[in-house]
C-alpha cells in the first residue's frame, strides 16, 4: 500500500504526532509512505519527504511519479486548496482525517476577539466555512473522525453530502511519546526537585491562553494557593499571540514565584513523576492527547464540561463547569486535602483508562487497508 500524507503548515504537536505515529505503523505493515510537508519536516529515514518550495503543492504532488493508493489530509481547509490546484486522479482513495475542529474554532474566535473588528473576520470565516467544507467533503471518498460528536457536526453542515465511509477514531491513552528509548531530556534538565514534596498541579499542552482556558485556571489557582501550598505548572509551548498574555497574568498573581512555565518537554513522563493533579480547563477541544496521557499515568484529572472531556472521562465527578474558576478551586482543594476524593478520582480514571488503552496505530491501519480495498 502506498500513501501520502499532507503534513499542515500549522499544525499542532499533538496532531502532528497522530499523524506521525500513524505513518510509522503502516511503514511497519510494509507500505510505502509520502510524508508532503509544507510545514514541519520528518526527519525518518523511511519516509519519503516531499519538500514544498514558497507552498506550492502541486509541485510536490507532481513530484509523486507513482500511482497512490492513499492521500491523508488532517485539514479540510488544505484538501479545498489542493482540490482547486491539481486533478486527483492520480490517487485511488482520498481520505479526510480529522484532527482540529476548525468550526468550534471559529465560533470561539467570533465571541472572543479581542476587537469588533477582529469579530467581523471571524464571521466571515464562518461564513465562508461551510461552503469550502462541502466542497472539500464531495471529493473525498472515506473520513475518519475523532469523535462522535465531531461526526455530528459535519452530518449537520454537510447534510446529505456526507454519504460516505465514515469512521469514528479516538486518540488512545498511550505513553507513546513519553517513552521513546532517545529522548535525551533528564530529570535535572527540567529541575524540578525542588517541589518534589509540595503539591503540584499541572496543565500539560498547548498554552492557548483563552482556548485552553489558562486564565481560568490560574484564577482557580490563585483561590487555592490561598489555602493549600501548591504549585502551578504550565507544560507546553506558548503560541506567538499569547507570548505576551501569559506572563502578564502570572505576573499579576500574588503567588507568581509559584507558577512554572516549562515549555515544551519531550520526555513528559518525567513531568508526571511530580504531578499530584492534572487540569484541562479548555473551552474547546476535540480529542485532547494531553487528558488521555493523564488517564495512561493513572493521575488524578479534574476537566471543564466541555464535550470533548464528557466523551473521556464520562463520569461528572471528574469534571467542572467550563469557565467556573470557584467550581475548579474546589474540586482541586478536595483532591489535595482528602486521601478519599483522590483515590475516587484515580479509580474513576483508570476505568476510562481500560476504554481507551487499544491499538491505535493498528485500529487506523485496519480502517486504511478496508478504504483501500473499496
Known amino acids: 500500500m502506498k500513501v501520502a500524507f499532507y503534513i499542515p503548515a500549522k499544525g499542532g504537536t499533538g496532531q502532528y504526532a497522530r499523524l506521525y505515529e500513524s505513518a510509522r505503523s503502516l511503514i511497519k505493515n510494509n507500505a510505502k509512505v509520502y510524508w508532503i510537508a509544507p510545514g514541519m519536516d520528518s526527519h ?35 484538501g479545498y486548496n489542493l482540490i482547486k490546484c491539481i486533478n486527483f486522479n492520480i490517487f485511488t482513495r482520498i481520505v ?14 467570533i465571541h472572543n476577539s479581542s476587537s469588533f473588528f477582529s469579530s467581523i473576520v471571524w464571521r466571515v470565516k464562518s461564513l465562508i466555512y461551510p461552503i469550502v467544507v462541502k466542497k472539500f467533503i464531495k471529493n473525498i471518498d472515506a473520513a475518519v473522525f475523532q469523535t462522535p460528536f465531531a461526526l455530528k457536526d459535519y452530518e449537520k453542515l454537510c447534510g446529505d453530502i456526507l454519504h460516505k465511509d465514515t469512521y469514528i477514531l479516538p486518540n488512545n491513552s498511550s505513553k507513546f511519546w513519553s517513552s521513546k528509548s532517545y529522548l535525551s531530556t533528564t530529570r535535572k534538565d527540567i529541575g524540578l526537585e525542588s517541589i518534589r514534596k509540595r503539591n503540584v498541579v499541572a496543565y500539560i499542552g498547548n498554552m492557548q491562553f483563552y482556548g485552553k482556558g489558562v486564565d481560568t485556571l490560574i484564577d482557580a489557582y490563585d483561590m487555592l494557593r490561598k489555602n493549600i501550598d ?25 503567588y507568581s514565584k509559584d507558577i512554572l512555565t516549562l515549555g515544551h518537554i519531550e520526555n513528559i513522563n518525567l513531568v508526571f513523576e511530580y504531578i499530584d493533579i492534572c487540569v484541562s480547563a479548555s473551552r474547546m477541544d476535540l480529542c485532547p492527547n494531553s487528558v488521555l496521557e493523564s488517564i495512561a499515568y493513572e493521575k488524578p484529572i479534574i476537566a471543564s464540561d466541555i464535550e470533548a472531556h464528557k466523551f473521556l472521562l464520562h463520569y461528572d465527578e471528574l469534571l467542572f463547569e467550563q469557565g467556573n474558576k ?35 496505530s493498528k485500529e487506523l491501519y485496519n480502517i486504511l487497508k478496508n478504504i483501500s480495498r473499496r
Open 44 to 78: 525518518d529515514k523511511d519516509f519519503i519527504l516531499i519538500k514544498i518550495r514558497n507552498g506550492n503543492i502541486c509541485e510536490a504532488l507532481r513530484l509523486i511519479k507513482s500511482k497512490i493508493d492513499i492521500l491523508i489530509i488532517s485539514s479540510e481547509l488544505d
Open 96 to 109: 479526510f482525517m480529522q484532527r482540529i475542529d476548525t468550526l468550534a474554532n471559529y465560533k470561539f474566535h
Open 230 to 254: 501548591s504549585v502551578l505548572l504550565l507544560v507546553g509551548n506558548i503560541p506567538k499571540e499569547f507570548e505576551e498574555a501569559i506572563p502578564l497574568r502570572i505576573s499579576r498573581s500574588p
Open 326 to 360: 470557584v467550581d475548579l478551586c474546589k474540586s482541586m482543594f478536595n483532591l489535595l486535602s482528602s486521601e478519599h476524593e483522590k483515590n475516587k478520582n484515580i479509580s474513576l480514571v483508570k476505568i476510562r483508562k481500560k476504554v481507551f488503552s487499544f491499538d491505535w
